[in-house]
């Protein structure tokens, strides 16, 4: 995406591919800009990956998943 001035305090961003809509460009105030790069940044001192699910940290068929996993690489052979 290129980054380009649309007017007067706007912020626009064309797209190489059009949207479904057929729509090429996005227009945005500087607040709206913000918030959106704002967004995508992590929470301070939290993990990147968060895990769900069956490999969440406290979740109870992970120990049972574990066993069979290291039980697996002992018959293969490896090391842990």
Do not use: E, N
Not at 1 to 19: L, T, V
Not at 42 to 67: C, D, E, K, M, N
């Amino acid at each position: 995406m290129h980054r380009s001035c649309a007017g007067p305090g706007d912020i626009g961003k064309c797209r190489a591919a059009p949207w479904r809509d057929g729509s090429t460009h996005v227009v945005l105030d500087p607040l709206d800009f913000i918030a959106r790069l704002a967004a995508l940044v992590p929470p301070p001192r939290r993990h990147l990956t968060r895990y769900h699910g069956v490999f969440a940290l406290h979740s109870s068929p992970r120990a049972l998943i574990a066993q069979a996993c290291l039980a697996m690489w002992r018959c293969a052979g490896r090391s842990v």
